[in-house]
């Protein structure tokens, strides 16, 4: 069993940045990482991901160079360090984990509850 809790969200003026957390319980340190956002009447997109071991990440063309994922193994924490932030980030974020090293959400099959992120402008 996996269970992911984000924290971190909250609301910021463009140009500010966030870091969000995803506190992770279960058998993840073997499971690639990743965050999706969901704005309002939008699907969820894919942010960033994570391998197992650090070694490989990726991110939306639209938050390269702005947006750095981590995690820390040893503490079972996943990271989303969220700089020059704009209004168009603003939605909820949510952390995913699955044993593939994957861009696309269906491939995930454990999810957190998600955590607002709102940026004004």
């Known amino acids: 069993q996996v269970q992911l809790v984000e924290s971190g969200g909250g609301w910021v003026q463009a140009g500010g940045s966030l870091r969000l957390s995803c506190t992770a319980s279960g058998r993840t340190l073997s499971m690639s990482m990743g965050w999706f956002r969901q704005a309002p009447g939008k699907e969820r997109d894919f942010v960033a991901a994570?391998?197992?071991?650090?070694?490989?990440?990726s991110y939306a063309d639209s938050v390269k160079g702005r947006f750095t994922i981590s995690r820390d193994n040893a503490k079972n924490m996943v990271y989303l360090q969220m700089n020059s932030l704009k209004p168009e980030d603003t939605a909820i974020y949510y952390c995913a984990a699955d044993g593939t090293f994957s861009t696309a959400a269906y491939e995930y099959d454990w999810w957190g509850q998600g955590t607002q992120v709102t940026v004004s402008s």
């Open positions: 994570i391998s197992r071991n650090g070694a490989l990440t």
